[in-house]
């Protein structure tokens, strides 16, 4: 393909990504979670609409929100930057499926089989793990972090009353942010798998890696104390450690394939049967006629036939490199 046509290309791929995300995103504004209370709120006026956002955000405030705490809502657009932040986070969520789908379409073509057998792994692995640590931060995180900041209150002799956006800030920021640390794992793995970093660059290093992953979970973390730290730092330096090891082990079988192959491949060529007795190729002077008093001069020797050390192809005298595997011979 051309480069136009690759630009053509990854412009209908986007804008799929792009309309599909506008669909998630104004159904999330419009579409109501009771399409009964939308009816009765058309045609009597009475009742409630809530969009689809709202039946998310009912159920964040229902797990999350500690007893006895109000949410307030300072500011007469704050309500809409909620509505309309909610909206646009959750469908970025929904939509991440389609994007990882077109991403993968768009660059498969481009890839090797070695390549190809690692990207649908990658892609089910990593958003496996995002899921998992999004659960994770929504259940474990969020909530501890918000029943840890109650305490304080009493302490400082304040209502316990927190701002819609602070509130809801909070929660979607660990929450996404614990999905992502999750999957840096299959990162690590991925990278060791193709070779770009080494294992023992991990296995040398880990007091700073773990210091690093540590000072991430903080960030990450910022209001929850250490105790939240070492909760979120518990579960990724176990699935860095897992990935770090399988990538190694990985690693290492396939340098060990590589090596019994090219040792297999001299082998045959050393041991290659010598060829059948036939004429020979060694020039012999030739002896003049008697009675001349000339010399005839020797014939040119024939030159020997070579092949590759690897695949067998044949090669030209001076030819270093061969033609079919590219490989370079002696």
Not at 3 to 24: A, G, N
Not at 214 to 227: N, Q, V
Request: aromatic letters at 12%.
């Amino acid at each position: 393909m051309s480069l136009r046509e690759h630009i053509s290309e990854l412009r209908r791929r986007f804008k799929i990504v792009f309309l599909s995300f506008v669909i998630m995103f104004v159904t999330f504004l419009a579409v109501p979670s009771n399409p009964a209370g939308l009816e009765s709120y058309v045609t009597t006026g009475s009742g409630n609409y809530y969009p689809l956002i709202g039946f998310f955000m009912a159920r964040v405030k229902l797990e999350l929100l500690p007893r006895g705490w109000q949410l307030l809502g300072l500011g007469v657009s704050q309500a809409l930057e909620i509505y309309l932040i909610a909206s646009l986070i959750f469908a970025l969520m929904f939509n991440s499926p389609i994007f990882a789908y077109e991403v993968i379409a768009f660059v498969s073509p481009a890839l090797k089989e070695n390549e190809k057998k690692l990207v649908y792994p990658f892609a089910a692995a990593s958003s496996t793990l995002f899921v998992v640590g999004c659960l994770f931060g929504f259940f474990f995180l969020a909530k501890f972090l918000l029943i840890a900041m109650a305490p304080f209150f009493n302490v400082a002799q304040v209502l316990p009353e927190i701002s819609g956006l602070d509130f809801y800030s909070i929660v979607f920021l660990t929450v996404g942010l614990s999905g992502i640390a999750f999957t840096i794992p299959v990162y690590v793995y991925t990278l060791i798998r193709l070779g770009v970093i080494q294992a023992t660059t991990f296995t040398k290093n880990r007091l700073i890696v773990w210091a690093a992953t540590y000072i991430l979970t903080a960030i990450i973390t910022p209001d929850g104390g250490p105790i939240l730290d070492v909760i979120l730092f518990v579960p990724i330096i176990t699935l860095l450690e897992v990935a770090v090891f399988f990538g190694g082990r990985a690693a290492k079988g396939k340098a060990k394939k590589a090596t019994k192959e090219a040792a297999a491949a001299t082998g045959g060529e050393s041991a290659s049967p010598p060829s059948p007795a036939g004429p020979s190729t060694t020039s012999q002077p030739s002896v003049a006629p008697s009675g001349t008093g000339m010399e005839v001069p020797s014939a040119a020797p024939v030159p020997t036939a070579r092949v590759c050390s690897y695949c067998r192809a044949e090669l030209a005298p001076d030819s270093v490199f061969c033609p079919n595997c590219g490989r370079a011979n002696e």
